[in-house]
């Protein structure tokens, strides 16, 4: 229809100065088809189809929608004064819900819609709704959705109901050991997560192997998985936007802090995450029950949000529970305090409720480290460079191994560092079997050496990576080690072996096969490799937005005001598919510029076909003296 060609010619032109971030983020929180586009044509036809617009409006609140559809009733806009007027909002807080609204191509804002300047309130931009944006929204009457009066004037449902805060000592109690564990579960899933970032699906999600491993390693079920990762990502630790779920470098950083701040920065991101309506809610109710009444809040909060949108609430809800947040709709003091004064004020009220750090451990005959609470997170860092966790939590248990020694030895470590640094943390002495196994392994160390191999052997041999030893039954057994078989060694001599595979990867894969292995030069290896798998590492794979956002560019880029022929092409090629009447600038031989309203008729090579409207004449003009064309709509 003509409308909706002007307003694609329109948008088109808005999008054209966006940067090619806002087109990434425009494109994937629209939930556009990538492979498609060629142009910002093919864009904004896309952001006004139908399905795409009702998607979108799914996601906006009450107030943001209220404003959108009081607008649409003014095909030819409403100052945003007077739009804050008719629906009775503050001119600054209606204009922050707007402007996102504008970013995500759903309304424009005067000249400020482009992405070159922000809009303001003294400027008093015109608010004008994209032709399907309005359509959509004049149907949710007939589908059971609230009219424009509705979504205005509709109050929200009653104040919950208050709860019974005799108990509140007790719900305060298991509150903070469930935000205990949580912390807990989470550390353990980044320091998972930094030995081996975990690969996602293609339609999302982790596969069930990761999965598991993951659980195992937070000790936590399956289904807490997706939510505990949600919340790291959503604090900012972990990155999952590249087809794995990587640690960001701030995890070390974190991990480092005490359990109640590491609790608050969860819950800051976990309140951060909630609409702001419904933080202000959460806030006037700290003594009442956030059970149903939330519930049905959100769904007057987002009329059209379905089912994605319960899911959501679903996940926040079951992250507020691991928290300590609320339990069984019931707030905490230390959620009231976070949606009241904060996250730095709610781990005030936690970190009495939960045990102190400790600096001391019990060292065990059975080569077990058992800490009485929760260890300081330096030194629980050290103590997994020398132990394995066996599991974590408010007594955890760690237990040293001649594997753990090495590694130990590996990264720096000496045998009377390592026995001072466990007599300093020892409640107990050190038991003489540990002792005797921290020597014996540190006496053996590498008697296993691993090194590059020089430019001449790598390209005689086809290898990266010699492997030698004295002991030719060990190198026999490493030959035929299954756990070095991802390797691919292969013998070249009676002390000798090599492989394809870099040298930090085989040193640490014997290592942890438990052979005393060390670098070959005798100096530090290298950071431990995330995965010490030895699988190549799999091919970049092409973003589709970004090389769509790419296309756009690369056919932007003959538009320009100076040399527009491709873009005055395009944009006359809609025209005439939408029978839309333009208003084009012709440069004349003289110099001047000289306006015509022209509905065109046809394009051939280089001149365009048009009848003048205001002549009701025929007239054919070259492309290139047409210097600007818009839509008389």
Do not use: C
Not at 164 to 181: C, I, P
Not at 405 to 412: E, F, K, P, Q, S
Not at 463 to 475: C, E, F, H, N
Not at 606 to 627: C, F, H, K, M
């Amino acid at each position: 229809m003509p409308g909706t060609s002007a307003a694609s010619l329109a948008l088109a032109a808005r999008l054209r100065d966006r940067d090619d971030a806002s087109l990434a983020r425009l494109i994937r929180d629209r939930g556009v088809s990538p492979a498609g586009l060629r142009d910002v044509f093919d864009l904004a036809e896309a952001l006004l189809d139908g399905g795409t617009v009702a998607s979108s409006l799914a996601a906006l609140s009450r107030r943001a929608l209220a404003a959108i559809a009081t607008a649409a009733q003014h095909p030819d806009g409403l100052p945003l004064s007077a739009l804050a007027a008719a629906v009775d909002r503050d001119p600054v807080a209606l204009l922050h819900d707007l402007v996102p609204a504008e970013r995500a191509a759903l309304v424009a804002l005067g000249d400020a819609a482009d992405g070159r300047t922000e809009p303001t309130v003294a400027a008093d931009p015109a608010v004008l709704v994209w032709p399907s944006v309005a359509a959509e929204l004049a149907s949710w009457p007939a589908r059971g959705l609230p009219s424009t009066e509705a979504l205005r004037d509709e109050p929200a449902p009653p104040a919950l109901e208050p709860v019974d805060d005799s108990d509140r000592r007790f719900l305060d109690r298991g509150a903070a050991e469930k935000a205990y564990t949580t912390v807990t579960r989470v550390t353990e899933l980044l320091i998972a997560l930094q030995e081996s970032p975990a690969r996602l699906l293609a339609k999302g999600g982790l596969s069930l192997p990761e999965a598991k491993r993951l659980a195992t390693a937070a000790d936590a079920e399956l289904d807490e998985i997706p939510v505990l990762l949600d919340l790291a990502v959503l604090a900012g630790l972990v990155d999952d936007s590249a087809g794995h779920t990587r640690p960001l470098p701030t995890v070390d950083e974190w991990r480092g802090l005490p359990v109640a701040d590491r609790w608050a920065s969860l819950a800051a991101a976990w309140a951060s995450a909630l609409p702001e309506e419904l933080r202000e809610l959460l806030a006037d109710r700290v003594d009442a029950r956030w059970g149903e009444g939330i519930a049905d809040f959100v769904d007057w909060l987002y009329p059209a949000g379905g089912d994605a949108l319960l899911r959501r609430l679903h996940r926040r809800g079951a992250q507020g529970d691991r928290l300590g947040i609320a339990t069984d709709g019931r707030p905490s003091s230390i959620g009231a305090a976070l949606v009241t004064s904060g996250a730095a004020a709610a781990a005030e009220v936690l970190a009495p409720l939960v045990p102190p750090a400790v600096d001391k451990v019990y060292l065990q005959h059975d080569l077990t480290i058992v800490s009485p609470g929760p260890l300081a997170g330096a030194l629980d860092e050290r103590l997994r460079r020398v132990a394995v966790m066996e599991a974590a939590g408010l007594a955890g248990r760690y237990r040293v191994t001649q594997e753990s020694v090495t590694r130990a030895i590996a990264l720096g470590e000496t045998a009377d560092t390592l026995v001072k640094f466990l007599h300093d943390i020892s409640l107990t002495g050190v038991p003489q079997p540990l002792e005797y196994l921290v020597r014996e392994t540190a006496r053996r160390y590498g008697a296993v050496r691993v090194g590059a191999l020089d430019h001449d052997e790598s390209t005689a041999l086809g290898a990266r990576t010699g492997v030698r030893s004295d002991d030719g039954v060990m190198l026999e057994a490493v030959l035929v080690d299954a756990a070095t078989a991802s390797l691919g060694l292969r013998r070249t001599g009676p002390h000798r072996l090599v492989s394809r595979v870099e040298p930090a990867i085989v040193l640490w894969t014997l290592i942890d096969a438990r052979y005393p292995a060390a670098p070959d030069d005798g100096a530090l290896p290298p950071e431990r490799p995330r995965s010490s798998a030895a699988r190549p590492p799999a091919p970049p794979t092409e973003d589709p937005v970004l090389a769509a956002v790419a296309r756009l560019r690369q056919a932007a880029a003959s538009t320009s005001n100076e040399s527009g022929a491709a873009w005055v092409s395009r944009q006359w090629e809609l025209a005439v598919r939408g029978k839309l009447g333009v208003r084009a600038t012709i440069a004349m031989p003289d110099g001047t510029e000289r306006i015509l309203e022209l509905e065109p008729t046809g394009i051939a090579g280089s001149r365009v076909r048009g009848r003048d409207l205001q002549a009701d004449v025929e007239r054919t003009l070259p492309i290139s003296s047409i210097t600007a064309l818009e839509p008389l709509e």
